[in-house]
């Protein structure tokens, strides 16, 4: 059974092609800076947003018209597995991500759930076995269930607490089997509503007991998987404890956690974060913690987390330059689409193209950021800007060879000097004409 009407695998056309069901510049066989966009990209459909989702809203029931959804219970769950990967075959993407509640529904106790995800992630491992498919992460859902009303490694509740461990132990087991090449740890409610109510340091010391335990059982089953933590601020929790790639870099490093993880940053969380998403990337660039990227954007005219497709080719330019200036590039991670069609894209071939804007946007970025790389456009603006580092008292400071003695000394000198322009605006119009041309 088809649930795409039969469509067949996408092609690239180039940017001339007025082809809807076309790539415009997602070339995967295309040699950029020595690797192929393929092997740059790595891209991944969100199983949550693609397959479960219905399209409903605080404000209205489900809009997306699904065959799939004809099915429920566990003939529902084996559905969405098939369609799962027509859509990966014909968008001629390598890689998926699910959490363990999109795959398989709870049952009533947790043996019988854990019972229903055995059979579902059987057939998973049977269709990646026929078509070469790859899970580039899993997680496990900890936040939709009442039960995680208070949290789930920092909640209130020891029973809860234990229940979550069992759940991450059973998701980890799934990942050594299916290969899957990260696991995702995403705290939606491991955050505090009020501080009236909150004992933080106990919360924050548990969670960091709860990643302790699954570094250790992890490493028991010999999973080498890259563990992976998705900062956000905000939603469902008021405040969440991985704020930002900062704020989650501290608690890592406080918690002797950072041998074990990397970050997984979505662009739509940076902006709630009140960052943009190249900060993030930059954040976690230059402090060797990005891992991995889930690839959306948010409106900005709305506060919350939108999760729309990314068409913005400033962003993903600058994302890509990030990522490209890692040190191994994406690494074991890629670019998963953690994207919905709007509720008014209702229709199955709205998930083609929505995928194809999402790719096309990113391996245009690539592009760009590619040949702002080669042309060393940002290199030439920070070697300019920062010259006053490279000789005299500058090098001096650099070198560690300054202290305050030394520093007052030269400043009594009385040397005149002259502060250089920033030329934002102009350095903007660059990037312009580089996302236009390259």
């Known amino acids: 059974m088809s649930y795409f009407n039969q469509q067949s695998k996408i092609q690239y056309e180039g940017k001339q092609s007025n082809n809807p ?6 070339n995967p ?12 990209l790595r891209f991944g459909v969100a199983y949550w947003h693609s397959f479960s989702a219905n399209g409903s809203d605080p404000f209205g029931a489900g809009t997306y018209a699904r065959s799939w959804d004809q099915y429920s219970g566990m003939d529902l769950a084996k559905a969405r597995v098939d369609a799962c990967f027509e859509l990966l075959n014909i968008l001629d993407v390598d890689y998926f991500c699910f959490h363990d509640r999109d795959i398989a529904p709870e049952g009533n106790t947790l043996q019988e759930t854990n019972e229903n995800l055995d059979v ?16 580039l992460w899993n997680t496990a859902n900890m936040f939709t269930n009442p039960r995680f009303v208070h949290g789930a490694a920092t909640t209130s509740n020891a029973d809860v607490y234990a229940y979550a461990a069992a759940q991450v132990k059973k998701a980890l087991e799934h990942g050594k089997r299916l290969g899957s090449e990260n696991y995702v740890f995403w705290g939606g409610r491991e955050g505090y509503e009020s501080l ?3 004992d933080l340091g106990l919360e924050l010391d548990n969670l960091a007991r709860f990643l302790h335990m699954a570094v250790d059982y992890a490493k028991e089953i010999g999973f080498d998987a890259q563990f992976l933590i998705e900062p956000k601020p905000k939603e469902p929790s008021k405040h969440q404890y991985d704020f930002d790639a900062a704020t989650a870099l501290s608690f890592l490093q406080k918690y002797d956690l950072l041998p074990h993880f990397k970050l997984n940053l979505e662009a739509n969380h940076a902006t709630l974060a009140g960052h943009t998403f190249e900060h993030e990337l930059r954040v976690s660039r230059i402090n060797g913690v990005l891992g991995s990227i ?11 987390d939108t999760d729309e497709f990314p068409t913005d080719l400033y962003s993903t330019s600058l994302a890509m330059y990030e990522i490209l200036l890692n040190e191994g590039g994406i690494g074991r991670g890629g670019v998963n689409f953690d994207a919905k069609v709007r509720r008014s894209s209702f229709e199955p071939v709205d998930l083609i193209h929505s995928h194809i804007a999402g790719m096309d946007s990113f391996a245009r970025g690539l592009q760009v950021a590619a040949k702002l790389i080669e042309d060393r456009v940002f290199e030439n603006i920070l070697d300019d800007r920062y010259a006053s580092f ?6 001096d400071i650099v070198a560690g060879k300054a202290n305050f003695h030394t520093l007052e000394a030269y400043a009594l000198q009385n040397k005149s000097y002259e502060s250089k ?8 119009s660059i990037v312009n004409q580089y996302i236009i041309n390259a």
């Open 21 to 26: 069901l076309a790539f415009k510049f997602y």
């Open 29 to 40: 066989d295309q040699v950029i800076l020595g690797k192929t966009m393929r092997e740059h």
């Open 120 to 135: 579902v992630v059987g057939l998973i491992e049977q269709q990646m076995k026929a078509t070469g498919k790859k899970l």
């Open 196 to 198: 009236l109510n909150t």
């Open 294 to 304: 889930d690839a959306n954007q948010g409106d900005m005219l709305l506060g919350w």
């Open 390 to 395: 490279k000789t005299g008292i500058g090098a």
């Open 421 to 428: 322009s920033g030329r934002i605006e102009l350095i903007r």
